[in-house]
C-alpha cells in the first residue's frame, strides 16, 4: 500500500538509484566542505568545532573561549600536534588544543 501511494502520486518523478546518487554525492561534498572549514577547538574536556576561526589567531581564540573554557592564561596552545604562539592563523580543519602540564610528584 506504502508502495501504491509513493508510484500514483506523480508519474514524473524517476525513482531510479542514479537520481538519488547524485543527490547523495552533492550532499556529501557540503558537509565535507562545512565540516573541513571549522577548527576543532579542545582544552581538557571541552571539545567544540567551531565555525569563523579561519584567519582569526590562537590568542584571539584564547581570549574569546577563556571563560567559557576554563583556560588558563599560562596554557600552551598546540594545533595538529605541534606548539604554536599566540600570533599563529588558523586555517579551516586544523585542530586547537589548549593544555597546561600538570605537576610532577617527587624528585
Known amino acids: 500500500m506504502a508502495q501504491d501511494r509513493m ?3 506523480n508519474e514524473n518523478v524517476s ?5 538519488y ?6 550532499q ?4 565535507a566542505e562545512a565540516a573541513l572549514s571549522k577548527v576543532r ?6 571539545e567544540q568545532y567551531l565555525d569563523n576561526l579561519d584567519g582569526k589567531t590562537v590568542g584571539s581564540v584564547r581570549k574569546s573561549l577563556k571563560e567559557v573554557f576554563n583556560i588558563p592564561g599560562d596554557a600552551t596552545a598546540l594545533v595538529s ?12 580543519g ?10 610532577v ?3
Request: glycine residues 18%.
Open 7 to 9: 508510484e500514483g502520486g
Open 15 to 19: 525513482r531510479t538509484p542514479d537520481s
Open 21 to 26: 546518487a547524485g543527490g547523495l554525492d552533492d
Open 28 to 31: 556529501l561534498l557540503e558537509r
Open 41 to 46: 577547538v579542545v582544552h581538557g574536556a571541552n
Open 81 to 92: 600536534g605541534k606548539e604554536v604562539q599566540d600570533d599563529f592563523i588558523l586555517d579551516g
Open 94 to 103: 586544523m585542530t586547537l588544543e589548549f593544555f597546561k602540564e600538570a605537576g
Open 105 to 107: 610528584k617527587g624528585a
